[in-house]
């Protein structure tokens, strides 16, 4: 042990002798870089750099005579080793101005013309790759190596003389202690005598910072064993120990650097746990976990160490952490004074360095309004420490939070971490059982105003209640007021504060009427959320009145509205039932387009958005607006009237209002949802009196079907009507697209899945008026007419489709009546066909196709003549073909009498077309 002191001794010794010897080799090497200058620019060597090292040092001499010889030495060997140009080493490198300043004077001007010649290689020579892994190895790992060598010898020496039974436990443990003091006061006295860094760059490899974390590390060691090994201190003096190495290892921080302010953290946040004692004391624990934080934000808030200032947050949280899972009956005022001692440190010590209202986003501040909120959702949920105390102390250190944001700005995620908290909280007053009633039995009786919750936890509703009014002030007020303060300088920031003081007050009103509340009417809550809306308004207002410029309706005004409109939907709900919530929901959506008259906001238009698609979800999920066993069976005049109808009038008015303030987007969404209910409301009165009264789940008719199409083709053609007058993209573009489903419909459900031909469906028995004239014809009409009034309005593509539609619409309602004049009311395909039946089919589709053609000719329409063109085509393929087999006597030769007879018809009438058409032209007919 003895010859370890001694070589330790003669090690340091040594190092300060080197150390005091440099300057002289220094000396040696700056002169002979000076000579070696002056060689190689040619000025000859003899005397000249002495010469001129005395002239400076005189020359300073006269001007300082109160200096010291050997700094006006330097000074002039520095003036000489730059007019040769060698490279200042030394102190003075970092002030070349002195050296060039006295050079200047004294510089012949023939050597400073060559001087000035010199090569720029010469000047910029790389240094060898070589060199930076030989100053790697030499100045930092041997360093870092060293230390720890350092440190894990001390704790080695201490193993080997307690194994060799060397010395009693007394000397050995006071021989250890003598180490590490050892090594504390080398690192001081070597930083004391002028240690600086040889190279740049090594700052990680500072060896009095070393051999001070070296020395910590023994006396840690030291004190530890010296109370588990062999008891000669009792856990309050070791703890305290410990602690005060640990504390003073961090104070020394302040001139050695943050790694040794880390490794003494680490050492204070473990002392604690290497101490074993029968008497637990948890507030003594906290407390000195309290001295150390301070004391590490102090130290922090000086050199602004950030991650010093972090690692310490996440360790007192962490500690918080292990007390409540670990500790038998954990005690809330604790966590009380954990989470305000670092509320405190944090607004106090750290923050302590910046002025309010400066700054960026603090990143530290997340670690303590992480745990805080940890420790704040215990206070409410943890068996061990639920209870009416400890819920509002957990108020007071989401209160504490928001206050410590108010004061210092840049500590933001507070808020964010305040909210969260808060949201929380009240999202799990909500019983699972309130949404899931069969997991829960008779576990959950609504009505009581006492909840169950997880873990066997009970809350009284009045207690919620009364903590959720707190908050919701608490958010409110300091949510508003920041805004304000913030949005002119802020925008980001202000609107970070008005989301928090809308989102808190929302979920605490909805999550409190969902648990204690009457679903269907409560007034009581209705009246809350009505001021709400007012405050949110009025708050809007207030923000905007602070912007720059005044009114711009920025972010945080835009969080205020859109509370205020979610407001107003929970009071709409909470105040009214299914069918007036829906009517008043969609009228409401007028109130922010009229607002724009007063307010250009671009938000309002969008208010009247998320208001119409919350009218639709309310509609999807209950299409009957108040409840398939509240419907009146009544046609036309029960709810389905004004819950349909309102919305598509409301969203119309707010369209046409939009369309003459903000316009934009919110104008042709409006336009959109006005002409989707219109389109709704019609389809509903139809299902309602096609099944009697009942909104059901039954099987679509063709009948059913064919109103539906008829609706949609007039719904198309109003559109274009309305977009003529008043040009909007959503008009035109929701025209095509219903037109083109108008088309697949009739494709899919008229010829294929609803044909009677196929399903055998009744026609009626009435002979005109029937189930073919209303899936046929009528359609065929309306798409025939909408493709003419369309023509010159839409691309020429859409109005030959609805041609084509009208066209084939109509070829199918003729056939299937000729089949319904021989079979009755039911002509499923299955039921044959008979010879006259099959020669009128050819009959028909050669008049058909004369037709189609005249209407083709007279109405300029291409696509009609081609689908003449077709028609005909067809009869003859199935005179050659069908009739000539199947057909006898008298029928088969009229099948070939009458389409010859159409076909040399048709070709006259295509001739005289053409020869009309060619004398027009006044040219020769071909």
Not at 582 to 601: D, Q
Request: glycine share 10%.
């Amino acid at each position: 042990m003895l010859d370890s002191l001694i070589g330790l001794a003669v090690i340091v010794a040594l190092f300060v002798i080197l150390s005091r010897q440099r300057k002289r080799l220094d000396r040696v090497e700056r002169e002979l870089a000076a000579l070696r200058g002056l060689v190689l620019s040619g000025v000859p060597a003899t005397g000249a750099a002495t010469a001129s090292a005395k002239t400076k040092e005189t020359e300073l001499a006269s001007a300082q005579p109160d200096a010291e010889p050997e700094t006006l030495h330097e000074v002039a060997d520095a003036a000489v080793a730059e007019q040769a140009g060698a490279p200042v080493p030394g102190p003075w490198a970092k002030v070349p101005a002195m050296a060039t300043a006295v050079s200047t004077e004294t510089t012949p001007p023939a050597q400073a013309e060559t001087e000035r010649q010199e090569t720029p290689a010469q000047s910029a020579a790389p240094t060898p790759k070589a060199r930076d892994i030989e100053t790697a190895l030499g100045t930092r790992w041997a360093v870092w190596v060293g230390g720890l060598a350092l440190a894990l010898g001390g704790l080695f020496l201490v193993r080997y003389t307690i194994e060799a039974g060397v010395f009693g436990p007394e000397v050995r443990l006071a021989m250890a202690a003598v180490l590490g003091l050892v090594l504390v006061g080398g690192g001081e006295f070597i930083r004391r005598t002028g240690f600086k860094m040889p190279v740049e760059g090594a700052a990680s490899a500072y060896i009095p910072a070393i051999l001070t974390a070296a020395g910590a590390f023994v006396l840690f060691g030291t004190i530890y064993a010296a109370h588990a090994v062999y008891g000669f201190i009792g856990p309050t003096a070791a703890f305290l120990l410990l602690g005060a190495v640990a504390i003073g290892t961090i104070a020394l921080a302040l001139v050695h650097g943050q790694a040794l302010a880390g490794i003494g953290l680490l050492g204070a946040l473990a002392t604690p746990l290497l101490i074993d004692t029968q008497s637990r004391n948890d507030w003594a624990l906290f407390g000195y976990l309290a001295i150390v934080l301070a004391a590490a934000g102090f130290v922090a808030r000086i050199r602004a160490w950030t991650f010093l200032m972090t690692a310490a947050f996440v360790g007192i949280g962490l500690w918080t952490l292990l007390y409540v899972g670990q500790a038998p009956d954990p005690d809330y005022r604790i966590l009380t004074f954990a989470g305000l001692v670092t509320l405190a440190v944090l607004a106090f010590a750290w923050l302590g360095r910046a002025q309010t209202g400066q700054g960026g986003f603090d990143l530290p501040s997340t670690a303590p309004g992480l745990f805080i909120g940890l420790s704040v959702l215990a206070l409410f949920y943890a068996p061990a420490l639920a209870g009416t105390p400890a819920m509002w102390t957990g108020v007071l250190l989401i209160a504490a939070m928001l206050a410590v944001a108010l004061y210092r700005q840049p500590a933001l995620a507070l808020v964010h971490a305040a909210g969260a908290t808060a949201v929380l909280v009240f999202l799990g007053v909500v019983p699972f059982v309130a949404f899931y009633p069969d997991f829960g039995g008779d576990f959950f009786i609504p009505g009581q105003g006492m909840e169950p919750l997880f873990d066997g936890a009970v809350i009284d509703g009045g207690i919620m209640l009364r903590l959720g009014a707190v908050l919701c002030v608490l958010f409110l007020a300091a949510g508003l007021w920041s805004a304000r303060r913030l949005a002119a300088a802020v925008p980001a920031w202000a609107a970070t504060w008005a989301g928090w003081a809308v989102a808190v007050p929302l979920v605490v009103v909805l999550t409190l009427w969902v648990t204690y509340g009457n679903i269907d009417h409560d007034y009581f809550y209705a009246a809350i959320a009505a001021l709400l809306v007012i405050v949110f308004v009025a708050g809007s207002e207030w923000i905007a009145r602070a912007e720059q410029p005044p009114l711009a309706g920025g972010s945080a005004v835009c969080l205020a509205l859109i509370g205020a409109g979610l407001a107003a939907l929970l009071f709409l709900h909470m105040a009214f039932g299914s069918g007036l919530t829906t009517v008043l929901a969609a009228a409401a959506v007028v109130v922010p387009a009229v607002a724009t008259r007063k307010r250009s906001w671009p938000v309002l238009g969008w208010l009247s958005v998320g208001a119409a698609v919350a009218v639709l979800a309310r509609v999807a999920f209950d299409p009957t607006i108040v409840g398939a066993d509240a419907l009146s069976r009544t046609p036309v005049f029960n709810w389905l009237l004004p819950g349909y109808g309102i919305p598509a009038l409301a969203f119309a008015a707010s369209a046409w209002q939009l369309a003459r303030t903000t316009a934009g987007r919110p104008r042709l969404a409006m336009e959109a949802a006005a002409a989707l209910f219109a389109l709704l409301l019609l389809a509903m009165l139809v299902r309602h009196a096609m099944h009697g009264g009942v909104i059901d789940d039954g099987a679509l008719t063709l009948a059913e079907q064919a109103i539906y199409t008829l609706i949609t083709l007039g719904f198309a053609a109003i559109l274009v009507s309305i977009d003529m007058r008043s040009p909007s993209s959503v008009l035109r573009y929701g025209s095509l697209a219903i037109g083109v489903l108008s088309v697949a419909s009739i494709a899919g459900s008229h010829f294929l899945w609803l044909n009677p031909l196929f399903t055998d469906e009744s026609t009626g028995s009435i002979p005109v008026f029937n189930l073919l004239f209303l899936a046929y014809l009528l359609p065929a009409i309306a798409a025939g007419l909408l493709a003419l009034y369309v023509r010159d309005k839409r691309p020429k593509w859409y109005s030959a489709m609805l041609a084509l539609t009208a066209a084939l619409l109509a070829f199918v309602y003729a056939t299937l009546s000729v089949r319904r004049f021989f079979k009755g009311e039911y002509i499923g395909l299955w039921s044959g066909l008979g010879q006259v039946e099959t020669y009128s089919y050819s009959a028909l589709w050669l008049l058909l196709g004369v037709v189609v053609l005249a209407i083709g000719v007279r109405l300029g329409s291409q696509v009609l003549r081609i689908a003449s063109a077709a028609l005909i085509a067809a009869a003859v393929l199935k005179v050659f073909l069908f009739d000539m087999s199947e057909l006898e006597g008298v029928l088969r030769a009229l099948s070939f009498i009458g389409l010859g007879a159409v076909l040399i018809g048709i070709g006259l009438f295509y001739q005289k077309l053409l020869t009309s058409a060619a004398r027009r032209s006044g040219e020769p007919a071909t």
